[in-house]
């Protein structure tokens, strides 16, 4: 369903992505761990059009994207949630789940009250508002809601394009215990038929969640396999997991 083959990508001296070749099938779950520094988020952003690789090419669904922008890349299937806020603070929830459920149907038009009462847009809005228990805060400004609601409604903005890939940097990046065992939920109730790619350092989720796990060091895929190799493997532990220890 997405493949990378031979990503390279360098910052002048810094090589920051070295011949990554990573495929995914369709509905795997896949975790990507490294150390900071290790090339993952410029990883992410090579496949969903952010950043052109200088080598090597990325498939989606068995079609070349490489020289595809992030708009025709989402169209096509391919989503991302972020590290970073990146809502519109002044919309309400259901705002923001609808212009992209709008451009998922291709019913968006410059008046926004016409595209977010379609029918089809308001079925994605709810559909996607449930799965990510956000329905409470449906009318809620953004900026009127808590750091963690607004971390489940970035994943909700991304499902509402209806992907067939979606990508995730870090979805528990600063919310506490609770909040992040309620992403553990809905990351395991998510369609099966969706293929989902996350950037984590959260090892609980991470070995709860993954099919398989990558792991990134100076840019190189130094190991890609199921959870119970990874909790064994030594060289993971020296480059990554430093003092943890198996639970």
Do not use: C
Request: aromatic fraction near 6%; hydrophobic fraction near 40%; avoid cysteine.
């Amino acid at each position: 369903m997405l493949e990378t083959r031979n990503l390279d990508k360098r910052f002048g001296a810094v090589h920051v992505t070295r011949d990554v070749s990573i495929k995914l099938e369709r509905g795997e779950r896949r975790v990507i761990l490294g150390p900071n520094g290790a090339g993952k988020t410029t990883l992410f952003n090579q496949l969903v059009g952010e950043l052109t690789p200088d080598k090597g090419s990325v498939h989606l669904a068995g079609v070349d994207v490489t020289d595809l922008p992030v708009a025709k890349r989402t169209r096509q299937g391919l989503s991302r949630s972020y590290q970073k806020n990146t809502l519109f603070d002044g919309l309400t929830v259901a705002e923001n789940l609808g212009l992209a459920a709008a451009i998922h149907t291709s019913n968006a038009t410059r008046i926004w009250s016409d595209s977010l009462a379609r029918p089809e847009v308001q079925e994605i809005v709810q559909d996607v508002a449930n799965q990510v228990q956000v329905l409470p805060y449906l009318q809620a400004r953004v900026s009127e809601i808590s750091y963690g609601v607004r971390r489940q409604l970035e994943v909700g903005v991304a499902l509402a394009t209806r992907p067939k890939v979606l990508l995730m940097d870090e979805p528990t990046s600063g919310v506490g215990p609770e909040m992040a065992k309620g992403f553990h939920r809905l990351l395991n109730d998510l369609p099966r038929d969706l293929t989902v790619l996350i950037i984590e350092h959260d090892m609980d989720l991470a070995f709860d969640v993954a099919d398989t796990i990558t792991v990134l060091n100076y840019g190189e895929v130094v190991f890609d396999g199921q959870p119970e190799a990874a909790r064994g493997s030594k060289l993971l532990k020296e480059i990554y997991l430093g003092s943890w220890e198996d639970a």
